[in-house]
């Protein structure tokens, strides 16, 4: 199913990235990726101009360049950025994937740089073509859970389904980790209960809390048309109750750990990443984080995926399954149609085995990787 | 026997109707049987399984989702008019 990389984790792609490490080269890591187009730049809008975030975005591109799903990197840095291109390369070389870096203002500019990474490139497309899959047990996976654009249906049909698959990998194993600490709000109690161990719950209680504070702070009086039901007609009685409804997509099984936003799991089991609600900022940590795989639900429909990582899009519903036919892989709408959740779970598990052995999803297909995007808590100066 | 109701969790006391109900309407649901239904319900809304005291848990996704703020016969309409929530 996999490719083995030299830190023992197991890739169900085998990417090259062009990864910039700020945006003032996202050019030049697109003349790479132009010039050898099985190479994936990583284009994003940071890298500078930002205190806070200095450490966290240098690890969440380190995390990037070294998901399982990515056999090497050439990294492209300016020169006088603040998320620095070389502590970056450093990164990932110290984890033992294969890792080039190109400073623009030291090799002459823009031109002649594109020319050395695509040298580089191109060297690593050529030996990454040449390794093979091998069998590899489902606890070498970590699944991401993603929900995004939900409707009254998302915590029905598509949410609970995707639980079940969730239940199955940490049965067999795994890991899945769910994130989106906004819509964990109201249900720290609930979610601390099934810690693993009093620090673990301790930290659970702790980002939810500061997600209700920071949202409140951000919002003000919007606050309560994101963080309370925001739609009443739908059937949501209460905060727990929505929350639940989002959360459930992340099963049955004990909480084995916390980490912060793009952390690698220490731990297996079922893993709860701090991070924003926001897609494609949570797509981006959850890359960050190992998974090679995503399972995405979608209520309203999205045709988001992610660069280097397979997302399986999984509509709430059949309408929504039919209204955009070249987005959605999986119809769980069946389940309101009287089919069974584990129906749908058994729809959703043999697709994503397909798609670990190869199978491309339909945001491979129709290359809806877009760029990164990465979370940033304060403003840039 | 059309399925037109669903319970989410094994260990819930409120199903979640999967069209617009009529008072009277007979909630089928997969594993569960059937409830006549005593209230006008809303598709997506929620439908007590079994009788809900008045400040007993409701049980959805197999957690407390709010409290009942009156006694929820089995077949009641269980929304906002009827359940004691915390202020957001």
Redesign the interface.
Known sequence: MGYMRPDGTVGIRNHVVVIPTVACVNGVARLVERAVPRAVALLHGHGCGRAMEIGMHQDTLAGIALNPNVAGAVLIGLGCETVSARVVAEKVRQAGRPVEVFMVQEEGGSLLTARKASDAASAMVEACSRMERTECPLASITLGLECGGSDAFSGISANPAVGIVADRIVDAGGTAVVSETTEMIGTSHILSRRAVDKETAGRIVRIIDDAHRRTKEILGPLASLVIAPGNMDGGMSSIQEKSLGCICKAGSRPISEVVGYGARPTRRGLVVMDGPGYDMESLAGLASAGCQLILFTTGRGTPAGFPVVPVIKIASSGRLFEAMPDDMDIDAGGVLEGHTLDSVADAITLMALDVMDGKPTKAEINCQGGIVCLYALTPSF | M???G?L?HPGDNVA?A?EDMHAGDAL?I?GRGSVDVLDDI?????VAVEDIRAGSA?I???????RAATDISRGRH???HN?A??D?
């Open positions: 059309k399925i037109n669903i989410i979640v999967l089928n997969r809303p598709c997506g809304h929620k409701v959805k996704y197999g957690e407390a989702i709010a269980v929304h906002t359940l929530t915390e957001m």
